[in-house]
């Protein structure tokens, strides 16, 4: 029997938006790797060749900003809320 779209297959389970418990003292542990090496990395950086540093800030900032949208994957309700809240900002501005 097939799950019902929304329902969980586990109504006990873990809260929606709950982080996963090893993810998050992976994240804590690499945090603390960067703090403890900053002065080492930003020396490695500093020694690499421009396209290669180039290169290596081009992949760190996919970590860190978000994607883009492509709007043509937007559902209409989404497209909706969008025209919505760009409607209400425009009013206040």
Do not use: C, W
């Not at 006990?12 to 993810?23: I, L, Q, W």
């Not at 992949?59 to 994607?67: D, G, R």
């Amino acid at each position: 029997m097939p799950f019902k779209k929304g329902k969980s297959g586990n109504p006990e389970g873990r809260n929606k938006g709950a982080k996963n418990r090893t993810t998050e003292e992976v994240r804590q542990s690499l945090l603390r790797l960067l703090d403890d090496n900053l002065d080492k990395l930003q020396e490695d950086i500093d020694n690499l060749k421009g396209k290669d540093r180039v290169s290596l800030l081009i992949n760190l900032a996919k970590h860190i900003v978000p994607q883009a949208i492509n709007p043509e994957k937007l559902t209409e309700d989404q497209l909706q809320q969008i025209i919505s809240y760009l409607r209400e900002n425009e009013k206040q501005s």
